[in-house]
């Protein structure tokens, strides 16, 4: 089992940055993939971006050069950098981890809210 604790959220002015964290705890030894998910009202959940064991990132087309996802060397902390933060960024963010076994876990979201 895995358990994810997520902070960072809230609301920022358009063009403005924020930085959200998950921090896991439990079996993390089998973390293989670690990213960030999004659902805005109305719409399917999507991927973020996401990364590795192995440091490699994939990034929805929409945040790639506004989002940095980042992972401690311990390996169970994810950060997601955001900037140039749009309106339609605005969502509730999890984070998600899945490991070697192939089972999946989710946090409970934070809100990110852009003001225009």
């Known amino acids: 089992q895995v358990q994810l604790v997520e902070s960072g959220g809230g609301l920022v002015q358009a063009g403005g940055s924020l930085r959200l964290s998950c921090a896991a705890s439990?079996?993390?030894?089998?973390?293989?993939?670690m990213g960030w998910y999004r659902q805005a009202p109305g719409k399917q959940r999507e991927l973020v971006a996401a990364?590795?064991?192995?440091?490699?990132?994939n990034y929805a087309d929409s945040v790639k050069g506004r989002f940095t996802i980042s992972r401690d060397n311990a390996g169970n902390t994810v950060h997601l950098k955001m900037n140039s933060l749009k309106p339609e960024d605005t969502a509730v963010y999890y984070c998600?981890?899945?490991?070697?076994?192939?089972?999946?876990?989710w946090g409970q979201g934070t809100q990110v809210t852009v003001s225009s």
């Open positions: 998600n981890v899945r490991r070697y076994l192939g089972d999946v876990y």
């Open positions: 439990g079996s993390i030894a089998s973390i293989n993939a």
């Open positions: 990364i590795t064991s192995g440091g490699n990132t």
